[in-house]
């Protein structure tokens, strides 16, 4: 039996992406329309560590930057196998773009203390930007590895990945303290017992702000203050209106049609 | 008027060849330097790349930083990231784009924390504003709404998507400079490949027409049908979730949320509902073709062209019309 682990596990509260409505005239996401729920991908992230946790041991830390409302998720995090969740939740925080974020992030990390691996979401549903992992990583400065689709081992120091790039697949050993972000593929998330989901309604979330780790930060670098990117404009693409011509009944002139347009496309060879 | 800091592209480095998003990058990267009066330059990273790098000069650059060197042969995020960052902070680049690739989008975040700048991720467009900014334009929110991002810090970082930009004319009569730079050798970067094995699966994301059946089709082998279709058209299979959590076709032909993102010049979707979840990893498709037996399926909302009917009677009949084509017969 090996020491325990310590794991860190990132994730983020999302509005649920099958329910959100957008106000198409405004191009603005109305979160109020839809429940929050951990992203996705994250789901994955947690479950990779549960599964190192019932293999070998180890303590999951979840960690999420957001609003009040996001002690929810951890929550949730805590009935799915989390240890225990630190909330970072202030208005210096607020307007975060992926390097204020990830800075952030690392901070709380590195004020945490000892871990062994980080573990992040391939990406968010709404960033959807697939930074945040890498960023953490540099900020940490500690080796990572993106798009782990499987956990091969896990020793007391070091971890073997497989991850796909470029035309290869690759087995690659990490040493720890390291960062890995997973893809969907890397397990199926399991859904928590109604017994878990009632002690978790118990479980203690730590709440940081930004004074929590004043000593490991330089507040300029946090939200908005933070953020080298804006958004200067937002709109819906107009893209999406399409020729939507429909064809009924003669199915013969339809195929004459659909392959004209093929040549036209210069697909047929 | 302000000085403007130059052009800088990442070059990828795939196996020994530069993948082809680096080179539509340099079309870019040749436009916004030309207005900006800049130079465009590219840095690759590999070993025994000479000849990658006149490739990269032919195709738009003006000045190739070639790190070659054994260490650099297989990609390693830290070898990477700590020799550009150097290049980079000596460079000093306004602009510095990079491939939305599995690679670029490993590397360039590590580069952008590094040197403390703001990269906007996985873009569809460039360009520059009146004062010389960059903007960035990105798909938000599975590309129901599209964002413009500017950066206030240098280099303005984005990753951007392959295949949108246009590939560039090469003239191998151009001419450039390559600058041998000394590569920093770093021999402990606290990760090691241990097996290295070609994936051999379909490229779905990179083919130009993509023939994808859902659950209007009957058995697996009538994927045999699409199949033909496809290989007329120089394509590929693809399919909805359901298929292949039944098992009737591998993992690397699901489109959609949990599957890959396409953006084929054709896609045709045979037998597929549309729900928002297939939607979300095809609508950016140039052409988009349905077909399906119910008129109130949403994908004919996204459809260039909808047929309302049996993909049993119309598929062979698109092949017949297809094959002629071929031909070349008229009527
Ligand atoms: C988190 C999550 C992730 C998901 N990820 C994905 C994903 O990545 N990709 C994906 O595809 N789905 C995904 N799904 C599933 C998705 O919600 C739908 O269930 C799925 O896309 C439906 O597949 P379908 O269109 O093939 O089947 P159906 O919705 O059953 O549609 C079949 C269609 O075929 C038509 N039809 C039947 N017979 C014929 C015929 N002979 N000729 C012509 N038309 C015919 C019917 O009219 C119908 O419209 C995901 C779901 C969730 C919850
Ligand atoms: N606000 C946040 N709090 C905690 N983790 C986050 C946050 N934002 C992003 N992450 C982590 O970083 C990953 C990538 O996010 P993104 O760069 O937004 O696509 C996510 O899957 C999470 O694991």
């Not at chain 1, 196998?81 to 307007?95: E, H, P, Q, S, Y």
């Not at chain 2, 693809?238 to 959590?245: C, N």
Request: glycine residues 8%; contains cysteine; proline residues 4%.
């Amino acid at each position: 039996m090996i020491n325990q682990l310590n794991i860190i596990v990132l994730l983020k509260q999302v509005p649920d992406i099958e329910k959100v409505k957008f106000d198409f005239k405004t191009g603005r996401i109305d979160r109020s329309s839809a429940e929050a729920v951990i992203n996705p991908f994250d789901l994955n992230a947690l479950e990779a560590a549960v599964e190192i946790k019932e293999k070998v041991g180890a303590r999951i830390t979840a960690i999420s930057m957001g609003p009040k409302t996001a002690e929810a998720s951890l929550r949730d995090a805590i009935a799915r196998g989390a240890d225990n969740a630190i909330l970072l939740t202030d208005k210096r925080f607020a307007g975060a773009d992926t390097l204020a974020t990830s800075y952030t992030l690392a901070c709380a990390i590195r004020k945490v203390g000892s871990y062994d691996l980080v573990i992040c979401g391939e990406k968010t549903i709404d960033g959807d930007t697939a930074q945040v992992g890498p960023e953490v990583a540099e900020f940490l400065g500690v080796p990572h590895v993106a798009y782990v689709e499987e956990i091969r081992e896990v020793k007391r120091d070091r971890i073997l990945v497989k991850s796909k790039m470029g035309r290869n697949y690759y087995i690659i050993e990490l040493k720890f303290p390291g960062l890995i972000t997973v893809t969907k593929d890397v397990n199926t998330p399991r859904l928590p017992s109604l017994k878990d989901k009632i002690r978790s309604r118990k479980a203690e979330i730590t709440v940081w702000n930004a004074d929590s780790f004043s000593d490991l930060a330089d507040e300029r670098y946090f939200g908005a203050a933070g953020s080298p990117t804006t958004v200067a404009k937002v709109y819906v693409p107009k893209a999406e209106r399409r020729k939507g011509k429909i064809f009924r009944g003669d199915l013969e002139r339809a195929a004459k049609e659909i392959a004209t347009v093929l040549r036209e496309a210069h697909v047929i060879r | 008027m302000k000085r403007h800091g130059d052009v800088l592209v990442f070059a990828e480095n795939n196996d020994g060849k530069v993948h082809p998003v680096s080179y539509e990058l340099l079309g870019k990267g040749r436009e916004l330097a030309d207005s900006l009066g800049v130079d465009l330059n590219a840095v690759l990273l590999g070993w025994r790349m000479e000849d990658e790098a006149f490739e990269l000069i032919y195709r738009g650059a003006d000045k190739v930083f070639l790190y070659d060197h054994p260490s650099l042969e297989e990609f390693d995020v830290i070898r990477y990231t700590r020799n550009i960052v150097k290049m980079v902070r000596e460079t000093k680049p306004d602009i510095f784009l990079v491939g939305a690739t599995r690679i670029g989008r490993t590397l360039a975040p590590r580069i952008a924390a590094a040197l403390r700048t703001g990269l906007t991720a996985d873009c569809v467009d460039l360009k520059l504003d009146e004062e010389g900014n960059l903007v960035q334009v990105r798909p938000a929110f599975s590309g129901n709404i599209m964002a413009q991002i500017v950066t206030k810090t240098r280099p303005q970082m984005a990753t951007v998507r392959y295949k949108v930009m246009k590939m560039p004319e090469r003239d191998a009569g151009r001419e450039g400079e390559i600058i041998r730079t000394k590569v920093d050798v770093i021999e402990e970067t606290g990760m090691r490949i241990v097996e290295k094995t070609r994936a051999d699966e379909v490229e779905i994301a990179e083919a130009d027409v993509i023939v994808s059946g859902g659950r209007g089709l009957k058995r697996p082998e009538d994927f045999s049908l699409l199949e033909e279709l496809a290989s007329l058209l120089g394509g590929v299979v693809g399919s909805s979730r359901p298929l292949v959590d039944a098992g009737w076709i591998s993992k690397d032909h699901q489109v959609g949320f949990s599957g890959n993102t396409v953006k084929p010049r054709v896609y045709i979707a045979c037998g597929i509902s549309g729900s928002p979840q297939h939607l979300f990893g095809m609508r950016d498709s140039d052409i988009i073709i349905a077909v399906n037996k119910d008129p109130t399926a949403p994908i004919f909302n996204v459809s260039d062209y909808g047929v309302v009917g049996d993909l049993y009677e119309f598929i062979p009949l698109l092949i017949r019309e297809v094959k002629r084509l071929i031909g070349g017969g008229q009527e």
